[in-house]
């Protein structure tokens, strides 16, 4: 669950949780929604978050300093553990990831 604290103005605190709040989470708390329902890895969640900023395979390999072959197999863990098949499905759950 993602909280989010408030000050008002006569000082009060108070504590929503951010699913009820109009205001839109952020990619990296999308992401870290995905990584933890889906259960990825640390790396694939570095991996995860490039893909969804848009970045390709060798722009995560030179971000990362990690082999072309170890990056794709990072993006094939990813996408098997959310069961999708290309990156337009991958923005979908990302998307629709909510507290």
Not at 45 to 59: K, Y
Not at 68 to 75: D, E, Q
């Amino acid at each position: 669950m993602l909280f989010v604290a408030f000050v008002s103005d006569a000082g009060l605190k108070f504590v929503a949780l951010a699913s009820t709040l109009a205001m839109p989470l952020t990619i990296e708390a999308q992401c870290a929604i995905v990584v933890d329902r889906a259960g990825l890895t640390a790396r694939e969640a570095e991996v995860l978050e490039l893909l969804v900023r848009g970045r390709t395979v060798q722009d995560i390999c030179d971000e990362l300093t990690i082999a072309k072959g170890t990056a794709k197999h990072h993006v094939s863990n990813i996408y098997r553990k959310l069961g999708v098949g290309d990156r337009r499905s991958l923005y979908d759950v990302v998307e629709s990831a909510r507290g």
